[in-house]
């Protein structure tokens, strides 16, 4: 759990100067790591022994695998703009330091992120454990492989995430002063307020869809006030409930998975996009990927029905998980400002504290719901697309999924409330499948 | 309106150095205004000349008037230490500053503040326009004095306080490094955390109440298990829902009120609680003490309908001025990220707009409803009471005006949803002033 001296102040915290960033290519990597005692001590040998090579498969980095005779590494550096659209798009090397932040808050307060070998804050670098022998998630997902323990470790490593960042855990000055901190990422937040929340609700030279298949549906859906207006309640949501660190881009593509005959190891990276924001946030992420990947098996396997039912179990199981773990949390480390202990246990009123959680819960799950919706929709009709349905030939199949992916979205956004839970969703997204045969 | 350029970003607005901070003497202050060049020729004169006199009845600091030959001025400087409890209970001199910075805020975007003639940081001294003139709200409404446009002044006061310092009005940018300067203000905060939201509903040794005609009452709160409950979902949201630079004490002691034949004037005072927080904060704090007032007319006047009638229409005036402002506001300077033009206005859906505004100001009066419960309870329950009701005597006639104000506040928190509107509430407060009678 976080200590009160886990957190440091505003001082110790400030932005790193970047006079010196130098954006390193793959000849370069030796020499600088070579820097790094920790580093070269890993790796063994000398700079000469080292194996480089560029693995980055993501929109904004440079991730580089470096292979010695006793170890390997991952060395992740930001560059000053988004590698995919290039120098366009500025993009702040601060995004470095608010990811080597994250990851050690979320390593400490959950693990299952990979270890950190050296941050070099002024490179906006991260060295890390190499994670090369697991896969990205989705990656499995789409290949029908099943992961049984991912849904387990992710929903327990939110909860320790998200209930140890919060005022449940905090005092309100130690939240405070991370809320703060993390409030400099704003350019990384204002990617999600802009791509997941506006965008895909007007029109935009960014978005693009299945066309001409989803001309229709994309067109029926600016014009959606009821969508919109419930999008837009979300977006009011995500810019400020300031209830915890949220990873803020946790969907199957930022889990990595591996499996060693009956072991399975589950980690969780790329927090660039952490902030404090609404809980429902990172849980809804994971839901929508889950929900996108299903529809999506129509589109990659003969009979897709088997590994559906396996997909949608495995967001039932995360948000039991979840809760689960939340609640034992709820019992045993509610140390923080909110929901003081001294009003209700300390008062033998254990029945209204279970209340009280029940309730918390309750109203999480709705803002997931809503959340994994505009996530859902945003994966279709705006920038950021995801392979489970962008690997679907021809279009005309793909659209299929996307439309009915579409409609769970739609259902998520305006009737969470009445949705409710994760297991009735579930039910929406069945209903839904079997509509189509 | 707020321009962006009016938003100092971190490195400008970093907490001045106390090394050579000294609190003032009546004697002291000559000098030190001397050194303000601005403030030497409002008094005009030498500083022989200056009468000081102070005037500070507040809990926290202490307030000079100081009148020269050509005019007169307010200083007020913070002890690092609660004034009215002494160094038992330090309180950070940094409260000044951001006194200053929400001052300044609020005047900039709504008006009705004193006007400031210094700041000196160093000092936790603020020289502002002297307001002697003008007598605390509080006193004139428990005196039965009615002022026609305080209402409809802070109504609007509010709204555009609000509102421009919200995502409504600012880039999410700018929102967030007000946010994060705001968040300093931890301290402050976390006495409204304990002293509204905690301290009431447990036994502590700060807690007062009318004894021994409350005690019954107040035990049986302490064991409300659904006045808690919602007692601390209020408080979740107090904590984690950075809305807009809420004045954080807005109560009618915060309000200085003037009278010069027909023409009045309003002003907002004292906004060192100032921090991101609920909208709905500061809308219910005004509520609260308009409907303790009410209830407190019966323990003053002979015939309180009318002063309580008079009472409770201001309740009604200021919700209205206030939502009719906001929803200009809404109209025609929502530039923010929040519910943008683009996804409605600017797609011919005024409606949907319409829409949005309608549920915002729902949910909003829903907020204040709730937040007025908490802030009334305080006031008769906890440390800090009101000279609405602390000038009743006998304590008996006191405590059956705290018993129907504690009805009330029950209502509000727990029933909030059900109410709904001020409207409701006002009725609320006739149906439980005619169960008396």
Known sequence: ???????????????????????????????????????????????????????GDGNLNFVYIVTGPSGSVCLKQA???????????????????????????????????????RFDGGQALIVMEDLSSHVIWRKALVAGERHETAAPVLGRFMAEALFRTSDLSLSADAKKREMALFAG???????????????????????????????????????????????????????????????GDLHTGSVMVAKDGEAEDIRVIDPEFAFYGPMGFDVGALLANLFLNCFAQSGHAADPKPIQ?????????????????????????????????????????????????????????????????????????????????????????????????LNLARQLVVEREAIATVSAACGRVQSILGDRQ
């Open 185 to 247: 990422n704003t350019a990384l937040a204002k990617i999600t307020e802009d791509l997941v929340f506006t965008d895909p609700y007007r029109e935009h030279p960014l978005n693009r869809w299945t066309s001409p298949e989803l001309d229709e549906t994309a067109a029926a859906i600016r014009a959606d006030a009821e969508w919109k207006l419930a999008a837009q309640e979300l977006k009011w949501m995500f810019l400020t409930r300031a209830e915890a660190l949220v990873h």
């Open 79 to 117: 560059l000053p703009f988004v590698r995919l659209v290039g120098e366009g798009w500025p993009l702040p090397l601060s995004r470095s330091f608010f990811e080597h932040a994250a990851l050690s808050r979320e390593g400490k307060a959950a693990g299952a992120t990979p270890a950190i070998l």
């Open 309 to 405: 039912d396996w997909v949608l179990a495995q967001a039932e199981r995360t948000w039991e998980c979840f809760a689960a773990r939340f609640s034992e949390l709820w019992r045993t480390e509610r140390r923080g400002d909110a929901f003081p202990g001294a009003l209700f246990e300390d008062q033998g009123q254990h029945e209204a504290a279970q209340t009280a959680l029940s309730r918390y819960l309750a109203r999480l799950q709705v803002d997931a719901l809503g959340f994994a919706g505009v996530k859902m929709a945003r994966r279709i009709l705006g920038l950021a697309h995801v392979s489970d349905l962008e690997t679907i030939e021809p279009p005309a199949r793909r659209a299929a999924c996307e439309k009915q992916a």
């Open 1 to 55: 759990m976080l200590q009160q001296n886990d957190i440091r102040g505003p001082a110790e915290d400030t932005l790193p100067d970047y006079r010196s960033y130098r954006p390193l290519t793959v000849e370069d990597v030796p020499e600088r790591l070579a820097a790094y005692a920790e580093v070269a001590s890993t790796l063994g040998g000398t700079p000469a022994d080292w194996q480089v090579r560029e693995v």
